[in-house]
């Protein structure tokens, strides 16, 4: 099994920062690619940032130039750090990873949702 496990979420104001972390584990032969996606209320899930193998990454307009996501391939983690915070930043983020538990397929997993949540 495969599992995902965020934090970092919680409350700040606008213009505070924030970094996300996602830690896989399990059964894990490789990572193909990690990233964060975020749902606010009554809209669909959106990618906010994510980082193939191999180092190119992939910003949502919206974020660019606040958001930076890295990864610890020793440890298995993402990260997300989010400056600049600004209201409409305001969902829940889900991690999201392709990993590989053999060599011939990759699945795509996610972990529970962390709340973010940015005062005016």
């Known amino acids: 099994q495969v599992q995902l496990v965020e934090s970092g979420g919680g409350l700040v104001q606008a213009g505070e920062s924030l970094r996300l972390s996602c830690d896989a584990s399990g059964s894990i032969l490789s990572i193909d690619a990690m990233g964060w996606y975020r749902q606010a209320p009554g809209t669909q899930r959106e990618l906010v940032a994510k980082?193939?193998?191999?180092?190119?990454?992939n910003y949502a307009g919206s974020v660019k130039g606040r958001f930076t996501i890295s990864r610890d391939n020793a440890k298995n983690t993402a990260y997300l750090q989010m400056n600049s915070l600004k209201p409409e930043d305001t969902a829940v983020y889900y991690c999201?990873?392709?990993?590989?538990?053999?060599?011939?397929?990759?699945?795509?997993?996610w972990g529970q949702g962390t709340q973010v949540t940015v005062s005016s």
């Open positions: 980082l193939i193998s191999g180092g190119s990454t």
């Open positions: 999201n990873a392709v990993i590989r538990r053999s060599t011939s397929i990759a699945l795509s997993y």
